[in-house]
């Protein structure tokens, strides 16, 4: 197993794509240089990733515009450049020797298209898996590929958590990559005999490009609450990016968890046709879900859909929303002509042997209840994630309910106190800690959180910045039997502080924390 970089990911046999032949195809003018006999055989838009024979696209950005990164490509290998008329100036001054082409349309929204006819998959043997809605998207993509394989598939997947083509590794580095990374990974995962893909949606993707040039055979929709008001402004608008994704120009069919308005106003307002999964039995869907049994240790459930299709399974993971995610991976497989038979063949016992890296993660899966508290590491991080959380453990746990976490800074302040509000509503301790608290004061976002729970008027709550101290202090008052849940960092390596990226992972934190506590060999 490798772990690669998200960003340097390319097939590696690349075929040549005549400049000329793209320049045509795509309309673009011919701004300085000639494209003469010159071929691309991958295309990037970031400079520090141009591979040798790259065509480089110089995209205006927040900050900066691409162009200006134009001789940096250049020495990097890069080919030929792609931009709009904005870059074009800024690239006279360069004295670059490769031509440079200019897009009248802006370039972002032609950069599917276009990577997917550098890399050849704009028409995949694979089937392709789409996934979008606030919580739980990574679960969702895990499961898919675990059951893609028990249905005796080739899986390929990208999540916030990893990338991975079969057992090679590729680090994440934003929840949906670039539309150029994304086809390179397409094109890459061919190559390795992939069949099945599962792709982790944001709605950022499908505002951005992203997921253009990339043809879903089913995409789904789990669930909708508060999370990136920083970027979409207010949740009609973050709302409407998802909703979509669900167009013809997108995907064939998707799959709409209809308990809540949200996935309601989604299988109404789909441009595609769509079947319907709900957890009640009185409301009007397709397919229905009833959980049969619940415990710390994993969660059991039946699955009924039309025309007699059933499944009886289970998932080793806790929480009614993971049965929901697995069920909605079951629907998305027969949606696309898998049948559950043949799914339910490849299990022992409908058991669904999945690992979501940082998606309450126990970490001391082995600790007996009567010896010690369980420890849970999870990447939810909006008021959405830790209602679903809480009302789960409720459900499940022996004892008393532990909570830790911190907040973003720089990002969405608007659902911190919320946070707060639910976490100490629904736990009996919470430690506030720093999760990353960027350019702002830690101790600023701790106190707005704080304030939450103290308006919950329920939890004792504890304050320790520093996450290292914090998860020590949830194990020193931990008693047998307690449940410990550690909400924000998931699978994450790195803490953000003042504009520093340094290492830290909780999930490494918890288990040095638990091994001194003996509750770890
Ligand atoms: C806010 C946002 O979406 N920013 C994205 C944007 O950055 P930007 O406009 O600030 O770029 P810029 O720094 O001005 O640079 C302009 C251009 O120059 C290029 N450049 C820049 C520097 C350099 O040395 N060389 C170079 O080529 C950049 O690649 C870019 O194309 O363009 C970059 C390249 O296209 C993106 O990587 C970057 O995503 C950043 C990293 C990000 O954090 N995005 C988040 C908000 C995001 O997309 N999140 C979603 C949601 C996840 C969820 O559901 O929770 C996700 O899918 O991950």
Known sequence: MSTGDALSIRPQHPAPRPLEALRREFGWETGSGHAGDAAAFGVTIDSRDVREGDLYVGLPGARRHGAEF???????????????????EVTATQGLGIP?????????????ELAAA???????????????????????VYLLAELLRAAGMTPGLSSTAERRIGEEVIVSNLTSPEATELHALLARMSEKGVDAVALEVSAHAVERHRIDGVRFDVVAFNNF????????????????????????????????????????RVARESRIPVTRLATEYGQDAEWHLAVTRQSLDGVSFV????????????VPVFGRFMAENAALALIMLHEAGIPLERVAAGLDRGRIPVYIPGRLECMNPETPLEAGPRFFVDYGHTPGAFAAMLDALAE???????????????????????????????????????????????????????????????????????PRTAVRLAVSIAQPGDVILYAGPGHEDYQ????????Y??????????REAGLLP
């Not at 134009?70 to 074009?88: F, I, K, Y």
């Not at 953000?496 to 290492?503: K, V």
């Open 496 to 503: 953000e502080i003042a504009g520093r990226i340094l290492p």
């Open 118 to 140: 550098v890399y050849g998959t704009a028409e995949l043997p694979a089937r392709v898996f789409g996934i979008t809605g606030t919580n739980g998207k990574t679960s969702v």
């Open 100 to 112: 440079v082409f200019v897009s009248a349309v802006p370039p972002r929204e032609s950069l599917g």
């Open 505 to 514: 992972s909780a999930r490494e934190e918890v288990r040095g924390a638990l």
């Open 396 to 466: 499940v746990a022996p004892g008393r309910i532990i909570f830790l976490f911190g907040a973003d800074g720089d990002r969405d302040t608007t659902k911190r106190e919320e946070m707060g509000r639910i976490a100490g509503a629904g736990s009996d301790a919470v430690i506030v800690c720093d999760y990353h608290p960027r350019s702002e004061p830690p101790e600023a976002i701790r106190a707005q959180l704080i304030a939450g729970v103290r308006s919950a008027n329920h939890a004792r709550v504890f304050e320790e910045g520093d």
């Open 70 to 88: 134009a001789a940096q490509a250049e020495r990097s290998g890069a080919v030929a450049v792609l931009t709009d008329a904005a870059g074009l």
């Open 303 to 314: 699955l009924q859909g039309p025309e007699g299709a059933h499944f009886r399974g289970s």
């Open 225 to 264: 609450s508060q999370d990136h008001l920083d970027d979409f402004g207010d949740m009609e608008s973050y709302f409407a990016a998802k909703l979509a994704l669900f167009a013809p120009e997108h995907a064939e069919r998707g799959v709409v968890v209809v308990d809540a308005p949200a996935g309601q």
